[in-house]
């Protein structure tokens, strides 16, 4: 996960409060519910304000979506980089990475994951975060071996099938074929890979 570069709409002035308390609460319905399902008409009323109200957060449905998801993943990535940073253990801050990861997903409804996968904009950030992650796997994975907590492995080659793993996840392959969450497939994957890597 990585911090993406616009998270919501930023507000200062009369009303800000309001406008940011609003766009939360935009984010919970939609990682809730999904959002395809949802004309600009059906969120005003399940956020109890106007569609003006929500064309002062962005100026379509589909910027919306887009900026609720992009603060989702940013708002997990925070979080996420603050448990690898209360690890100083190399295998416990892959572990607490990966296990983050999978806390953060698994309060997100599958209908907005199969939302997020079939619309181009909200898919691209996920898919951007998901190669961020791997590579970060891949800067953990690195401190692990050069700490000699891991085994000798090709840091490379192992970076890249985790990070095949990871965009089968984000693709909802990985659910398609197995039926696991993508919160539960980060939880196997964690598995499968620190007990790949520990030194017997």
Do not use: W
């Not at 940073?85 to 416990?92: F, I, K, L, V, Y």
């Not at 950030?125 to 000798?152: K, M, P, S, W």
């Not at 398609?176 to 964690?190: H, M, N, V």
């Amino acid at each position: 996960m990585i911090e993406t570069p616009a998270a919501g709409p930023r507000h200062t002035g009369r009303g800000a409060a309001r406008r940011t308390e609003l766009f939360e609460e935009l984010v919970a319905l939609l990682v809730d519910e999904g959002f395809a399902r949802f004309t600009l008409d059906d969120l005003a009323a399940r956020l109890h304000c106007s569609k003006r109200t929500l064309y002062g957060l962005a100026g379509s449905k589909e910027q919306l979506v887009r900026a609720a998801v992009v603060h989702f993943f940013r708002r997990a990535t925070g979080r996420v980089e603050a448990a690898v940073s209360a690890e100083s253990d190399p295998a416990g801050r892959l572990a607490a990475y990966l296990r983050a990861v999978s806390a953060e997903l698994a309060p997100v409804s599958p209908r907005f994951f199969d939302d997020v996968a079939a619309f181009e904009p909200a898919a691209e950030v996920y898919e951007r975060n998901t190669r961020a992650a791997a590579g970060r796997v891949q800067q953990l994975i690195e401190e692990g071996v050069t700490a000699g907590v891991f085994r000798e492995v090709h840091v490379a080659f192992a970076a890249d099938v985790i990070a095949s793993v990871m965009v089968r996840i984000q693709r909802r392959q990985v659910a398609a074929a197995t039926g696991l969450a993508d919160a539960a497939a980060y939880e196997q994957l964690s598995e499968l890979l620190l007990n790949a890597l520990r030194k017997a």
